[in-house]
């Protein structure tokens, strides 16, 4: 061995005082996570517990944050699936669904990424140095959690068409079919928030896992590829539903409240 190759191995990191070399602003991408998760989860908190203007009677309007509303407190007419969770201030009106979709979106592929990049900076960007001295991975509790991600999918799913559901219910208003402004807003959040979930990485796997032959199986193959192509925009759908949840409610509740008055282009 020479003494070139003596010294690469005696040496396995160059001497550079730097931190990094990134010469770009690689600190934006962490902020501006920060602040869209914070600000995002700090309206829904507000929204999940406020327990008001969130049903609008006159055109069936239900926002998501309370899809399916489950509690004795609900109204009536906004309760699809009956009413039976105790009705009290700390208890959200869908509390059945909400901890499912927060552990969906917690274990979510992209999510992952996001917030152990901006929250925790292991690591903050690519060619960074992590911010903590020791690495485990997702082996110790509570990231091993993680691994239920597949599991939360299932339950995703299932709200998802719950939430398609309360949009067609919404087209039947107490006076017959109508159309408004919030029917096109509730249609828009639901075809969004399918293709965040069909793109998820696990329902990727459900569609064409442990497949050794694409062409023995036509119509999976079919589904595999359309949640792949949803798949490669993840990251796209991951923030632009977080924004068509916030802007759905918003729109539902400022209605509700009487705030503003729903543009209606049939009944």
């Not at 009413?83 to 700390?90: K, T």
């Not at 020791?134 to 691994?147: A, D, H, K, V």
């Not at 509700?256 to 729903?262: K, M, P, R, S």
């Amino acid at each position: 061995m020479t003494t070139t190759e003596d010294s690469a191995v005696s040496s396995p990191r160059a001497a550079i005082k730097a931190r990094n070399l990134r010469t770009d602003n690689w600190r934006r991408g962490p902020i501006l996570t920060v602040l869209g998760i914070t600000a995002w989860v700090a309206y829904a908190t507000f929204r999940v517990f406020y327990q008001g203007d969130y049903w609008v009677a006159d055109y069936h309007y239900l926002t998501p944050f309370y899809s399916p509303c489950v509690s004795t407190g609900c109204v009536p007419e906004a309760a699809h699936f009956g009413r039976f969770l105790r009705d009290h201030p700390l208890i959200p009106y869908a509390a059945l669904s909400l901890p499912f979709l927060l552990a969906f979106r917690l274990t979510c592929y992209y999510y992952r990424k996001a917030y152990y990049r901006s929250f925790w900076l292991s690591p903050p960007a690519c060619a960074v140095p992590d911010g903590h001295t020791s690495y485990t991975g997702e082996t110790r509790f509570p990231l091993i959690l993680q691994n239920f991600h597949r599991y939360f999918f299932y339950a995703a799913f299932l709200i998802s068409v719950i939430n398609t559901w309360d949009a067609i219910l919404a087209l039947h208003s107490p006076d017959g079919f109508g159309l408004g402004l919030g029917n096109l807003v509730l249609w828009a959040n639901v075809v969004l928030l399918w293709c965040y979930t069909l793109g998820c990485h696990s329902c990727r796997h459900v569609m064409g896992g442990r497949l050794k032959h694409f062409s023995k199986h036509p119509v999976r193959y079919r589904f595999w590829t359309v949640s792949s192509a949803l798949n490669a925009r993840h990251m796209m759908w991951a923030w632009i539903t977080l924004a068509s949840l916030a802007l759905t409610d918003f729109y539902v509740m400022a209605v509700a409240a009487g705030w503003i008055t729903d543009l209606r282009f049939i009944g």
